[in-house]
């Protein structure tokens, strides 16, 4: 069984900073096999992508939402895709989920191609 666990959420203000991580772990799961991503979920909104990674962390992708403030990357030795956001804004203000998804293809946007998902973090910015 998989399991993804995010963390690093909370309420920040308005152009501050917060760095999300998503730890992966499994038995027969091997993080460097998979391309990773982060979606949000705002209230009463739609989840959305926000950023994917490939399983060496050579090629990112982004939301044109966030690109220029966000950025995500991966350390392969420990299992974790990280999310380092800057110049927050209120309409950032989401529950974050990571996803893994073992094949790669164009549709890194799309949530179902992605196998596993965690829980979410909870991201709150004020204005």
């Known amino acids: 069984q998989v399991q993804l666990v995010e963390s690093g959420g909370g309420l920040v203000q308005a152009g501050g900073s917060l760095r999300l991580s998503c730890v992966a772990s499994?038995?027969?799961?091997?993080?460097?096999?998979?391309?990773m991503g982060w979606f949000r979920q705002a209230p009463g909104k739609e989840r959305e992508f926000v950023a994917a990674?490939?399983?060496?962390?050579?090629?990112?992708y982004y939301a044109d939402s966030v690109k220029g403030r966000f950025t995500i990357s991966r350390d392969n030795a420990k299992n974790t895709v990280y999310l380092q956001t800057n110049g927050l804004k209120p309409e950032d203000t989401a529950v974050y989920y990571c996803?893994?998804?073992?094949?790669?293809?164009?549709?890194?946007?799309?949530?179902?191609?992605?196998?596993?998902w965690g829980q979410g973090t909870q991201v709150t910015v004020s204005s």
């Open positions: 996803a893994a998804r073992r094949y790669y293809t164009a549709n890194y946007n799309e949530q179902n191609e992605y196998d596993y």
């Open positions: 499994g038995r027969t799961f091997t993080f460097s096999n998979y391309h």
């Open positions: 990674i490939s399983w060496s962390g050579g090629t990112t």
